[in-house]
T-cell receptor, first 113, second 115 residues
């Protein structure tokens, strides 16, 4: 039973480019959460999605960031026109329901140069 | 809004010693979950232990145990017989029992176990 899979593990983008981060939840999980971890800090919640629905996006920056979790395929976190301040580790977690334990992927480290 | 505070940025102990990591939180909720996560250099977030607020009994998982003081809003982690593999960042986290199922994390404590 594969865990939460995130790819790529490392992503380098130049300022102004787009970054697309993918997350495949564990089998049977329909709830996905995205978190961002800045260097030497804890994880900060960004967005909570169920299949085809955004449930809570209170932690998402208002501009340039978007997330989706389509009926088929992985969840995607998209960052348009990246800036240096977007450099961070982005973690995805999934759970079977909203009340059960969430399992984390290994994260994607985004570096903006 | 909920907040989680870890007041010890770094700690260091000798192998086989016992170490306690502190965590306090602030919430107006009466029912919730508290967690300790371990993040080794591999960056993987690993759940160490979980406590449900309505349970008075402190959770234990092998060498890991918590001291949950609900009135004081304190949730410390005790690691007994520490091992080199326990070296990692440790994060305390809060989650409401119902509603938005998102984790609120503390800033982390970097724990080093010395041989």
């Amino acid at each position: 039973n594969a865990g939460v899979m995130q790819n790529p593990r490392h992503l380098v983008r130049r300022r102004g480019q787009e970054a697309r981060l993918r997350c495949s939840p564990m089998k049977g999980h329909s709830h996905v959460y995205w978190y961002r971890q800045l260097p030497e800090e804890g994880l900060k919640f960004m967005v909570y999605l169920q299949k085809e629905n955004i449930i809570d996006e209170s932690g998402m920056p208002k501009e340039r960031f978007s997330a989706e979790f389509p009926k088929e395929g992985p969840s995607i976190l998209r960052i348009q026109q990246v800036v240096r301040g977007d450099s961070a580790a982005y973690f995805c977690a999934s759970s079977r329901t909203g009340n059960t334990e969430a399992f984390f992927g290994q994260g994607t480290r985004l570096t903006v140069v | 809004a909920q907040t989680v505070t870890q007041s010890q940025p770094e700690m260091s102990v000798q192998e086989a010693e016992t170490v306690t990591l502190s965590c306090t939180y602030d919430t107006s909720e009466s029912n919730y979950y508290l967690f300790w996560y371990k993040q080794p250099p591999s960056r993987q977030m690993i759940l160490v232990i979980r406590q449900e607020a309505y349970k008075q009994q402190n959770a234990t998982e092998n060498r890991f145990s918590v001291n949950f003081q609900k009135a004081a809003k304190s949730f410390s982690l005790k690691i007994s017989d520490s091992q080199l593999g326990d070296t990692a960042m440790y994060f305390c986290a809060f989650m409401k029992h119902q509603g938005a199922q998102k984790l609120v994390f503390g800033q982390g404590t970097r724990l080093t176990i010395n041989p």
